[in-house]
């Protein structure tokens, strides 16, 4: 067997030899490991009121493209500054259309900061045709440099997000 015998060093002369197994070292490892992973998986994350939770293992990108039905291609400052252009591309034409819903509008916001910019939406374009596969662009004003070149900003379309695009 693999026991190691430990020896009672202690000069009381009252005890023998202890035997250690490997074996529980490796099974303590384990829990440790496996509280661990379940701590992480639970532990901390809490979706915000209003905002529709994706399951974990369901790449956020996808979830949301199949939510509002367009894939995001890039976030730039245009106009000088003045203006941040969030280019689409549509997936799905009728699930598209919320992208430009009079009632609850496209959201930007800043990570650093969490301010936040509403996509002005004209009450016409909502009812405008979307074609599969051809872009298009929410354009959100920059009020007071709102955001500059490199940084992170959160889209909110609908109930959904797309978290971490970066302003080119």
């Given at each position: 067997m693999n026991e190691?015998?430990?020896?009672?060093?202690?000069?009381?002369?009252?005890?023998?030899?202890?035997?250690?197994?490997?074996?529980?070292?490796?099974?303590?490892?384990?829990?440790?490991?496996?509280?661990?992973?379940l701590y992480a998986q639970v532990g901390g994350s809490q979706t915000p009121a209003g905002v529709a939770e994706v399951a974990s293992d369901v790449d956020p990108e996808i979830a949301f493209?199949?939510?509002?039905?367009?894939?995001?291609?890039?976030?730039?400052?245009?106009?000088?500054g003045g203006i941040i252009a969030v280019h689409y591309q549509v997936l799905d034409p009728d699930k598209s259309l919320i992208t430009h819903d009079v009632e609850d509008p496209p959201v930007l916001t800043?990570?650093?900061?969490?301010?936040?910019?509403?996509?002005?939406?004209?009450?016409?374009?909502?009812?405008?045709?979307?074609?599969?596969?051809?872009?298009?662009?929410l354009l959100f004003p920059n009020t007071s440099n709102l955001v500059q070149r490199g940084d992170k900003?959160?889209?909110?379309?609908?109930?959904?997000?797309?978290?971490?695009?970066?302003?080119?």
């Open positions: 190691t015998t430990l020896s009672d060093n202690d000069g009381g002369g009252g005890g023998g030899a202890r035997k250690f197994n490997p074996l529980w070292l490796g099974a303590i490892l384990l829990l440790i490991v496996v509280a661990w992973i493209q199949e939510a509002t039905g367009i894939q995001v291609i890039r976030a730039a400052l245009i106009g000088g800043a990570e650093a900061t969490d301010r936040s910019v509403v996509f002005p939406v004209p009450a016409h374009t909502g009812l405008d045709p979307r074609e599969t596969g051809r872009g298009y662009n900003v959160t889209l909110e379309v609908g109930d959904v997000q797309l978290q971490h695009l970066i302003i080119q």
